[in-house]
């Protein structure tokens, strides 16, 4: 039994787009991109998502209260621990 789904993450959306390009790469990184689009193809489903939608959110979500990251007050620092709420 096989992937049948993939998805890309990556932290800069460049990379993303370029992956998406129909349009031949030069870049450092171009046959990673090449492999990436070659294999997306193979799959029933794939999606591309970027880190920094992700981080927004769990920031958003420290700053509520409700994130998956705890917020400490120490003096007048504010620091996020990265402790898992149970």
Known sequence: MGLQRVVIERDALNVIQR????????SVLCSYM???????????????????DLIKAETEGVMRGTGHMKRQKRGSDRKLLETVQV
Not at 19 to 26: G, H, I, M, Q
């Open 19 to 26: 992956v998406k390009a129909l349009k031949e790469d030069r």
């Open 34 to 52: 090449h492999d990436i689009q070659i294999l997306s193809k193979v799959f029933e489903e794939y999606a591309f998502k970027k880190y920094l």
